[in-house]
C-alpha cells in the first residue's frame, strides 16, 4: 500500500524548443503548443481529482507558467508555491542558444556525440563573450547563488548534484509529513528526481526522455520508494503514446 | 528621503464585481476585463522599471490571479509568492451574494454606504442557511489557515480586517520591507484600505471616503519606521485613474432599473 503519491510534471515546448535551439537556463517562455501542454496536464489532474498541498518549480518561466495553468485548471491556486534554481533545467553553457546544426558546424559531429552520450563531460563554458552570458550569469534572480553554486555550463552529473539536495533536505520532509507534492519542472533536473527515487544507473536515466506535459505519478512507500513504475495520466490515447515512446527510447538506435 | 518602496495593488474586476455583487470571500477569479487591467497594470510597472523581490496576496483566485500576470507581464515570475488569509477581502457576513444596487434599493443607499465604508460596523454574520456557507467553508483553503476554521470570521467590519491584517503585516511583511525588499501587495479592496489606514494614519471618519480603484498599483514611499514620507501615488494615466474611482465609487449607488 502506497503510503505517498507525488506528481512530477515537465513543461511543454518552449519558444527555443520550436526554434531547436540548446535552452538551458535562457528563461524562454512556453510556445503556444506549450500553454496547451500545460492546460492539458491541469484537465488530466482535474478529471482524477487530484488535491496538493504543496509545489516546487524552477525559476524559469515555463516551468512556472506550467504550473500557473495547472493550478488554475485544478483550482488550487491558493496553494503554497518554492521555487529553486537547484529545480532549473540543466545548464548548457556555451551552447545556450545554438541550435543543432550551429552546434555541429561549432563543434563538430564527433563532439556532439561525445557530449550527448555523455553523463558526466559538461559542454563548454559559458564565459563573458558568450551573448547571454549577462542575461543569465548576472540575472537578478541569482543574486543570492555564491561563486561556487553559480554554474557556467553542466553535465547531466552536475545537475542531479545540484537538484538532489533540495529533493533531500526541502521536499522529502514535506512529502514524510504527508503533504501531497506537485512538482513542476525540467527535462534534466526531473531527471535527477527520478533516478535517485527508481536507483537508475547512468546509462539507464540518460536513455530516458520523460513526456512533456503529461502528469507523472509516483506511488511511494514509507521510506520513498516507488511501488511500482511511474503512471502516467490523461486520456487513453495520449498516456498510451507517451508510455509507448518512453518504451521505445531504450531500444533507440544509437 | 524614502527608503522602502511598497505597492499595493487592488485586482481588477471579477465577473461578480461586474454584476455589482458583494464577492467577498466567495472564490471567483478575474473577468475577461479584470485579466486586461492586471495585464496592464503589469505593463505600466514594467515600463517603469520596477522590480520586485516578493509578493503577497489573500488565498482567493482573484488576487493570485492577478498577482501571476501582473509578474508575467514584467518578466518576472520567478519573484517569491506568499499567500495567507489574512489578506483576504473583507468579509460581508450576510450580505454575500446581495447585488449592492439592490440593496441600497431596499436599505438606502446611506446604509449601504455606511456597511461598506464605516470602520467598525459588522455586516450581519453568515450562517448555514446562506447559499454560499458551504461554498466557503467547506473549502479545503480554509483547513490550512494559522487559525482553525471555526474560529475565522463569519462577518467582519473593517476594523475587524485590520486587527487579523496587522499581525501578519508585522510579522511577515515588514521584515522582508525592513531587508530592503520591494514589496507587492496583491489584495483587495477592503484589505488594502485597512492597510493604508494603518499606515498613513487615516481616522476612522476619513477612511469612508478612501476609495481604491481596480488594477490601479499604489504606491508608498516609507521611511526608516515604515511611515509614508509622501501622499500615496496612484501610478498610471490620471483621467484613467479618476475614471476608474468613479466606476468604484457608482456601485454603491441605487440603480432604478436592472
Same mark, same amino acid.
Given at each position: 500500500?502506497?503510503?505517498?503519491?507525488?506528481?512530477?510534471?515537465?513543461?511543454?515546448?518552449?519558444?527555443?524548443?520550436?526554434?531547436?535551439?540548446?535552452?538551458?537556463?535562457?528563461?524562454?517562455?512556453?510556445?503556444?503548443?506549450?500553454?496547451?501542454?500545460?492546460?492539458?496536464?491541469?484537465?488530466?489532474?482535474?478529471?482524477?481529482?487530484?488535491?496538493?498541498?504543496?509545489?516546487?518549480?524552477?525559476?524559469?518561466?515555463?516551468?512556472?507558467?506550467?504550473?500557473?495553468?495547472?493550478?488554475?485548471?485544478?483550482?488550487?491556486?491558493?496553494?503554497?508555491?518554492?521555487?529553486?534554481?537547484?529545480?532549473?533545467?540543466?545548464?548548457?553553457?556555451?551552447?545556450?542558444?545554438?541550435?543543432?546544426?550551429?552546434?555541429?558546424?561549432?563543434?563538430?559531429?564527433?563532439?556532439?556525440?561525445?557530449?550527448?552520450?555523455?553523463?558526466?563531460?559538461?559542454?563548454?563554458?559559458?564565459?563573458?563573450?558568450?551573448?547571454?552570458?549577462?542575461?543569465?550569469?548576472?540575472?537578478?534572480?541569482?543574486?543570492?547563488?555564491?561563486?561556487?553554486?553559480?554554474?557556467?555550463?553542466?553535465?547531466?552529473?552536475?545537475?542531479?548534484?545540484?537538484?538532489?539536495?533540495?529533493?533531500?533536505?526541502?521536499?522529502?520532509?514535506?512529502?514524510?509529513? %504527508?503533504?501531497?507534492?506537485?512538482?513542476?519542472?525540467?527535462?534534466?533536473?526531473?531527471?535527477?528526481?527520478?533516478?535517485?527515487?527508481?536507483?537508475?544507473?547512468?546509462?539507464?536515466?540518460?536513455?530516458?526522455?520523460?513526456?512533456? %506535459?503529461?502528469?507523472?505519478?509516483?506511488?511511494?512507500?514509507?521510506?520513498?520508494?516507488?511501488?511500482?513504475?511511474?503512471?502516467?495520466?490523461?486520456?487513453?490515447?495520449?498516456?498510451?503514446?507517451?508510455?509507448?515512446?518512453?518504451?521505445?527510447?531504450?531500444?533507440?538506435?544509437? | 528621503?524614502?527608503?522602502?518602496?511598497?505597492?499595493?495593488?487592488?485586482?481588477?474586476?471579477?465577473?461578480?464585481?461586474?454584476?455589482?455583487?458583494?464577492?467577498? @470571500?466567495?472564490?471567483?477569479?478575474?473577468?475577461?476585463?479584470?485579466?486586461?487591467?492586471?495585464?496592464?497594470?503589469?505593463?505600466?510597472?514594467?515600463?517603469?522599471?520596477?522590480?520586485?523581490?516578493?509578493?503577497?496576496?489573500? #488565498?482567493?483566485?482573484?488576487?493570485?490571479?492577478?498577482?501571476?500576470?501582473?509578474?508575467?507581464?514584467?518578466?518576472?515570475? @520567478?519573484?517569491?509568492?506568499?499567500?495567507?488569509?489574512?489578506?483576504?477581502?473583507?468579509?460581508?457576513?450576510?450580505?454575500?451574494?446581495?447585488?449592492?444596487?439592490?440593496?441600497?434599493?431596499?436599505?438606502?443607499?446611506?446604509?449601504?454606504?455606511? @456597511?461598506?465604508?464605516?470602520?467598525?460596523?459588522?455586516?450581519?454574520?453568515?450562517?448555514?442557511?446562506?447559499?454560499?456557507?458551504?461554498?466557503?467553508?467547506?473549502?479545503?483553503?480554509?483547513?490550512?489557515?494559522?487559525?482553525?476554521?471555526?474560529?475565522?470570521?463569519?462577518?467582519?467590519?473593517?476594523?475587524?480586517?485590520?486587527?487579523?491584517?496587522?499581525?501578519?503585516?508585522?510579522?511577515?511583511?515588514?521584515?522582508?520591507?525592513?531587508?530592503?525588499?520591494?514589496?507587492?501587495?496583491?489584495?483587495?479592496?477592503?484589505?488594502?484600505?485597512?492597510?493604508?489606514?494603518?499606515?498613513?494614519?487615516?481616522?476612522?471618519?476619513? #477612511?469612508?471616503?478612501?476609495?481604491?480603484?481596480?488594477?490601479?498599483?499604489?504606491?508608498?514611499?516609507?521611511?526608516?519606521?515604515?511611515?509614508?514620507?509622501?501622499?500615496?501615488?496612484?501610478?498610471?494615466?490620471?483621467?484613467? #485613474?479618476?475614471?476608474? #474611482?468613479?466606476?468604484?465609487?457608482?456601485?454603491?449607488?441605487?440603480?432604478?432599473?436592472?
Amino acid at each position: 500500500m502506497a503510503a505517498y503519491k507525488l506528481v512530477l510534471i515537465r513543461h511543454g515546448e518552449s519558444c527555443w524548443n520550436e526554434e531547436n535551439r540548446f535552452c538551458g537556463w535562457f528563461d524562454a517562455d512556453l510556445s503556444e503548443t506549450g500553454e496547451q501542454e500545460a492546460k492539458r496536464g491541469g484537465q488530466a489532474l482535474k478529471d482524477a481529482g487530484y488535491e496538493f498541498d504543496l509545489c516546487y518549480t524552477s525559476v524559469l518561466k515555463r516551468a512556472i507558467r506550467t504550473l500557473w495553468f495547472v493550478l488554475d485548471s485544478i483550482d488550487q491556486m491558493w496553494l503554497p508555491v518554492h521555487r529553486t534554481w537547484r529545480l532549473n533545467e540543466r545548464h548548457y553553457g556555451g551552447l545556450t542558444g545554438l541550435n543543432k546544426a550551429e552546434t555541429a558546424a561549432k563543434h563538430g559531429e564527433a563532439q556532439v556525440k561525445i557530449w550527448r552520450r555523455s553523463f558526466d563531460i559538461p559542454p563548454p563554458s559559458m564565459d563573458e563573450e558568450h551573448p547571454f552570458y549577462q542575461n543569465i550569469s548576472k540575472d537578478r534572480r541569482y543574486g543570492d547563488l555564491t561563486e561556487d553554486q553559480l554554474p557556467s555550463c553542466e553535465s547531466l552529473k552536475d545537475t542531479i548534484a545540484r537538484a538532489l539536495p533540495f529533493w533531500n533536505e526541502e521536499i522529502v520532509p514535506q512529502i514524510k509529513e %504527508g503533504k501531497r507534492v506537485l512538482i513542476a519542472a525540467h527535462g534534466n533536473s526531473l531527471r535527477g528526481i527520478v533516478k535517485h527515487l527508481e536507483g537508475m544507473s547512468e546509462e539507464a536515466i540518460m536513455e530516458l526522455n520523460l513526456p512533456t %506535459g503529461i502528469p507523472i505519478v509516483y506511488e511511494l512507500d514509507k521510506n520513498l520508494k516507488p511501488v511500482g513504475p511511474m503512471q502516467f495520466l490523461g486520456d487513453e490515447e495520449t498516456v498510451k503514446k507517451a508510455m509507448d515512446a518512453v518504451a521505445a527510447q531504450g531500444k533507440a538506435k544509437k | 528621503m524614502s527608503k522602502y518602496k511598497l505597492f499595493l495593488l487592488r485586482h481588477g474586476e471579477g465577473a461578480w464585481n461586474k454584476e455589482n455583487r458583494f464577492c467577498s @470571500w466567495v472564490d471567483q477569479k478575474l473577468s475577461a476585463d479584470g485579466v486586461k487591467e492586471a495585464q496592464d497594470c503589469g505593463r505600466l510597472l514594467k515600463e517603469r522599471g520596477y522590480r520586485f523581490d516578493i509578493v503577497f496576496t489573500s #488565498i482567493l483566485s482573484r488576487s493570485i490571479q492577478t498577482a501571476w500576470l501582473v509578474l508575467e507581464a514584467m518578466g518576472q515570475e @520567478w519573484v517569491p509568492v506568499v499567500k495567507s488569509w489574512r489578506l483576504n477581502e473583507r468579509h460581508y457576513g450576510a450580505l454575500i451574494g446581495l447585488n449592492r444596487a439592490e440593496m441600497a434599493l431596499q436599505h438606502g443607499e446611506e446604509k449601504v454606504k455606511l @456597511w461598506r465604508r464605516s470602520f467598525d460596523i459588522t455586516p450581519p454574520p453568515i450562517d448555514e442557511s446562506h447559499p454560499y456557507y458551504l461554498e466557503i467553508y467547506n473549502d479545503r483553503r480554509y483547513t490550512t489557515c494559522d487559525v482553525p476554521k471555526e474560529n475565522l470570521p463569519r462577518a467582519e467590519s473593517l476594523k475587524e480586517v485590520l486587527e487579523r491584517l496587522l499581525p501578519y503585516w508585522n510579522s511577515t511583511v515588514v521584515p522582508e520591507i525592513k531587508e530592503g525588499k520591494t514589496v507587492l501587495i496583491s489584495a483587495h479592496g477592503n484589505s488594502c484600505r485597512a492597510l493604508l489606514k494603518h499606515l498613513e494614519g487615516v481616522s476612522d471618519e476619513d #477612511i469612508a471616503n478612501v476609495t481604491l480603484p481596480t488594477g490601479i498599483p499604489v504606491l508608498l514611499e516609507l521611511d526608516e519606521n515604515l511611515r509614508p514620507v509622501k501622499p500615496r501615488q496612484l501610478l498610471g494615466d490620471q483621467a484613467k #485613474i479618476q475614471a476608474a #474611482i468613479k466606476k468604484v465609487e457608482d456601485q454603491g449607488k441605487a440603480k432604478t432599473s436592472t
